[in-house]
């Protein structure tokens, strides 16, 4: 009863003298651990993908979630920690997203067509999931050394699963095909970065007219 007295002798005081009570921050709603782990990494690639994961600790990323600091405190440890797991998920989407955009070797397509079909099918992948991938890229340019090693490996094995479509073609005639997958990774990337940086200047459509190059890569050119 003495609680309820004081907070409306408070509430009178406050509209008499034009002074309002501090609004009391919102609790969390309440989650399963599963689902808060989410959120919370959700937070954090929105932190990577828009200011740069320099920028992620346990503050960003509750504020970024609408979240108090003890909500994340009870799911990981510290900024390592979220970025650790952050990875961990990202990796895992992104690859599902890049195999995904392989296209079927059906019989009778030219293999500098297939390599232009992936080129084109990525770009619309990078725009439909722009802060994961904004995010991986980040990542690949701004992490520590553990970090860098996985994420060559990751690299490595993307322009791996190149390499295996130009060499498994029927009709693969690739000189190199090891440096000609890494080439073609390695404009995939820089395209993407273009794309998610500067899509005023460099539209998804505008690098899709440029696939020639791509075909060339591999010894060929797009059909007409």
Same mark, same amino acid.
Request: charged letters at 30%; aromatic letters at 6%.
């Given at each position: 009863?003495?609680?309820?007295?004081?907070?409306? !002798?408070?509430?009178? +005081?406050? #509209?008499?003298?034009?002074?309002?009570?501090?609004?009391?921050? =919102?609790?969390?709603?309440?989650?399963? =651990?599963?689902?808060?782990?989410?959120?919370?990494?959700?937070?954090?690639?929105?932190? !990577?993908?828009?200011?740069?994961?320099?920028?992620?600790?346990?503050?960003?990323?509750?504020?970024?979630?609408?979240?108090?600091?003890?909500?994340?405190?009870? *799911?990981?440890?510290?900024?390592?920690?979220?970025?650790?797991?952050?990875?961990?998920?990202? #990796?895992?989407?992104?690859?599902?997203?890049?195999?995904?955009?392989? =296209?079927?070797?059906? $019989?009778?397509?030219?293999? =500098?067509?297939? %390599?232009?079909?992936?080129?084109?099918?990525?770009?619309?992948?990078? #725009?439909?999931?722009?802060?994961?991938?904004?995010? %991986?890229?980040?990542?690949?340019?701004?992490? +520590? +050394?553990?970090?860098?090693?996985?994420?060559?490996?990751?690299? @490595?094995? @993307?322009?791996?699963?190149? #390499?295996?479509?130009?060499?498994?073609?029927?009709?693969?005639?690739?000189?190199?095909?090891?440096?000609?997958?890494?080439?073609?990774? $390695?404009? !995939?990337?820089?395209?993407?970065?273009? *794309?998610?940086?500067?899509?005023?200047?460099?539209?998804?459509?505008?690098? !899709?007219?440029?696939?020639?190059?791509?075909?060339?890569?591999?010894?060929? +050119?797009?059909?007409?």
């Amino acid at each position: 009863m003495a609680g309820r007295v004081k907070t409306v !002798i408070d509430d009178v +005081t406050a #509209e008499a003298t034009g002074r309002r009570r501090p609004a009391k921050r =919102p609790y969390a709603a309440r989650m399963t =651990p599963a689902d808060r782990r989410e959120q919370l990494l959700d937070a954090v690639l929105r932190v !990577i993908a828009t200011r740069g994961v320099g920028k992620v600790s346990i503050d960003a990323v509750a504020k970024e979630a609408g979240v108090t600091r003890p909500v994340v405190y009870k *799911l990981f440890d510290d900024s390592n920690a979220l970025l650790r797991a952050s990875l961990v998920r990202e #990796e895992r989407r992104a690859t599902e997203q890049y195999l995904a955009a392989f =296209p079927s070797a059906a $019989a009778g397509r030219a293999l =500098p067509e297939l %390599v232009a079909e992936l080129y084109a099918g990525l770009l619309l992948t990078f #725009e439909r999931s722009p802060d994961l991938w904004r995010a %991986v890229f980040e990542l690949s340019d701004s992490t +520590t +050394t553990v970090f860098r090693a996985r994420l060559e490996r990751g690299r @490595a094995a @993307a322009a791996g699963r190149i #390499e295996r479509m130009l060499t498994e073609h029927p009709d693969a005639d690739v000189e190199d095909p090891s440096l000609a997958a890494r080439m073609v990774f $390695a404009v !995939i990337v820089e395209s993407g970065r273009l *794309l998610l940086a500067e899509d005023d200047r460099y539209p998804r459509e505008r690098l !899709i007219a440029s696939a020639d190059r791509i075909a060339a890569l591999v010894g060929g +050119t797009t059909p007409a």
